[in-house]
């Protein structure tokens, strides 16, 4: 998630502290820096000169250049400009109805059928009953999508009679829900290009039916500025109260995110960071530009931890890695705790990009090798676990054939093992409780 612009900006923040005086001219140069870092991120030119604007003016000024650490100073200047930039923190879904709406609008192909399901699961996670309405009646296999998505949250779905208009599925999705007892509706419609008057004529007619309290435009982060455009046109004819960004995991540039609030005028206020139906985060603006710069989102991270972890098993392994005690088979158990967590890539990117942290690389994490790393440690036996100096020639190919790896594999894993033991020596012992929030 904005690798591309957050290597950028770490690199003008470096040379920056690098400089034993920074000058006007030195925070200039690198104010140039900052705003082509902006463009090539494909943040919106309208968004990015009056920001540079405003970070100059301060930057600029004599508090920064006599300070001691100037570029500290820019880098929170650069940090609340970025807070601003992004707007307001997002508030949970404002429900009032008997049952509440929420309908889905957007192009197609930008997540919202899966947004649907991910909303659903946050709904029940939060004491209500939804129910899910297939709207899509355009494309072939998206009630089957619906229908499998549904079932993977365990909600029940509305699906469409033949021939049956869209308004009249509403009408009849709302008086089931009242029958059923359901609280909230999530009506999906299908994609639909702005410049389609009789679409946008239909999607109209569809919110005047079912009034909703909620009217999200689903876009998907990675299409840039046409997500910012196409928001901007669809709030045109609906009122839409938000923005949910998707599929912010693969968004290396960052720039619909830095743009949609300024250019379309709408807020964004979920965030969906990976395919998994848990991964929607409520957007909140400190924590993205904490992201952004580099500086990590622990917070974010924390309540991962707390709801993914399993807290006895992690304080068992913190007081292991304390004690100097830590065997292959607890850094399996570590490797499982931390794959609850989801994808280590993301993991990685919620850590500050500084200090002993600063060369992870959440690019080069090979989910499948801590997939075999597992293997390997499955296919010894307890007392290989416990004292791997036993492992000679013959035990390496044993376990190498159980685990379906190599020799080589085997041993690049042991290296790894003494090296994470060497390393351990200089860590205090609560590191791992408070990393992941224990």
């Not at 250019?263 to 848990?278: H, Q, S, Y």
């Not at 500050?352 to 790393?373: C, F, H, I, N, T």
């Amino acid at each position: 998630m904005f690798d591309g612009l957050q290597d950028r900006l770490q690199g003008v923040f470096r040379r920056l502290k690098g400089e034993g005086r920074v000058s006007e001219e030195v925070l200039k140069r690198a104010l140039r820096e900052i705003r082509l870092a902006l463009l090539e991120a494909d943040v919106h030119f309208r968004v990015v000169k009056p920001f540079i604007a405003r970070v100059s003016e301060r930057a600029l000024g004599q508090d920064v250049l006599e300070s001691l650490t100037p570029a500290q100073q820019v880098i929170k200047i650069v940090r609340d400009e970025l807070i601003d930039l992004l707007g307001a923190d997002s508030e949970e879904l404002r429900l009032s109805g008997r049952p509440a709406v929420i309908l889905l609008c957007g192009l197609q192909g930008s997540g919202k059928t899966t947004t649907a399901g991910k909303l659903a699961r946050r709904l029940i996670e939060r004491g209500r009953r939804p129910l899910l309405v297939a709207g899509d009646l355009r494309r072939a296999a998206a009630v089957d999508q619906l229908r499998q998505v549904g079932a993977a949250v365990e909600v029940p779905v509305v699906e469409p009679m033949a021939a049956e208009k869209v308004t009249a599925l509403a009408s009849r999705a709302l008086a089931e829900a009242r029958r059923r007892g359901f609280d909230t509706l999530i009506f999906d419609t299908a994609g639909r290009l702005h410049v389609d008057a009789e679409l946008m004529a239909e999607l109209g007619q569809l919110a005047e039916a079912l009034q909703p309290d909620e009217t999200f435009f689903v876009a998907d982060s990675m299409t840039g500025q046409d997500a910012v455009s196409s928001a901007q046109e669809f709030s045109r004819s609906l009122a839409l109260t938000g923005v949910i960004l998707t599929k912010l995991d693969g968004d290396t540039r960052g720039g619909a995110a830095l743009s949609i609030r300024t250019i379309a005028d709408i807020p964004i206020r979920f965030l969906g960071t990976g395919e998994k139906l848990d991964e929607l985060e409520l957007f909140q603006s400190e924590r993205m530009a904490s992201r952004i710069l580099g500086l990590g989102d622990v917070l974010s991270l924390i309540e991962k931890a707390e709801k993914g972890l399993d807290g006895a098993e992690t304080e068992r392994l913190a007081r292991r890695m304390a004690r100097r005690q830590f065997t292959l088979e607890d850094l399996r158990d570590h490797l499982r705790q931390l794959r609850r967590l989801g994808p280590l890539s993301q993991v990685l990117e919620m850590l500050p990009k500084a200090g002993p942290l600063g060369k992870m690389d959440a690019s080069m994490v090979d989910e499948r090798q801590l997939a075999r790393v597992e293997a390997m440690i499955d296919s010894m036996t307890p007392k290989e676990r416990q004292f791997p100096r036993i492992l000679g020639a013959s035990r390496k190919k044993r376990i190498a054939r159980g685990s379906g790896t190599r020799v080589q594999d085997v041993n690049q894993l042991l290296k790894q093992y003494r090296m994470m033991q060497r390393m351990m020596k200089n860590v205090k012992g609560n590191w791992l409780k408070r990393t992941l929030g224990g």
